[in-house]
């Protein structure tokens, strides 16, 4: 079956960094997607991966390895605004995606 | 402002009635989607729409139906609605899909609060 794994909950200070880690089986691979939710509002897009490696946007990276089926959004220099839910997901062979739970990240001053 | 827009923002129904959530956008997307979120779970996808004419069920379409008469507009409809249909109603877009070489970015509305008693 097709599968997303997150953690629930993460805590992290202000100022800090933190890794979100999520792994991933799908039929197929097309690509990782990384969203921010802010509380009841909608997903935003924030990253994509299809390369095994690091890309940089700003505060923000993302990694993918494939053979590992394995990703992690890295965030720096935390606000109290990166308060969000995290989602994760990966798009399969039929270019489905395939969602995680999220991940809720708590900014504690 | 471009962007989607999904109405009603919050609605409490009882069980039986038949409902339409709208969802409209103005970004000219080809690919439009319906997913419902619950807490503990991802977000699952219902319906789909690659382009105008076309509909296909996601991984939840049971007690759901959709249509695509033109570009802009996908409605999302409950014949029945029952309580496990209470959840957040995400309608979603994208200029293209990832198979014909775009970039799969889904643009998210603010979504569709639903309570069936």
């Known amino acids: 079956g097709q599968n997303i794994d997150q953690p629930t909950e993460m805590t992290a200070t202000e100022g800090a960094i933190v890794q979100i880690n999520c792994t991933y089986q799908t039929s197929g691979f097309n690509g990782l997607f990384w969203y921010q939710q802010h509380a009841g509002e909608a997903p935003t897009f924030l990253s994509y991966n299809v390369l095994d490696g690091l890309e940089e946007k700003g505060r923000f990276s993302s990694f993918l390895s494939r053979s590992k089926g394995y990703s992690y959004l890295l965030l720096k220099e935390l606000q109290m605004k990166d308060s969000a839910s995290y989602l994760c997901a990966a798009m399969d062979s039929n270019y489905q995606l395939i969602w995680g739970a999220g991940t809720k990240l708590i900014i504690k001053p | ?117």
């Open chain 2, 1 to 117: 402002i471009a962007g989607i827009t999904q109405a009603p923002t919050s609605q409490i129904l009882a069980a039986g009635r038949r409902m339409t959530l709208r969802c409209t956008q103005d970004m000219r997307h080809n690919a439009m989607y319906w997913y419902r979120q619950d807490l503990g779970l991802g977000l699952r996808l219902i319906h789909y729409s690659n382009t105008a004419g076309t509909t296909g069920k996601g991984e939840v379409p049971d007690g759901y139906s959709v249509s695509r008469a033109n570009t802009d507009d996908f409605p999302l409809t409950l014949a029945s609605a029952v309580p496990s249909q209470t959840s957040v109603y995400f309608c979603a877009s994208s200029d293209s899909s990832r198979s014909s070489g775009g970039t799969g970015e889904l643009f998210f509305g603010e979504g569709s609060r639903l309570t069936v008693l």
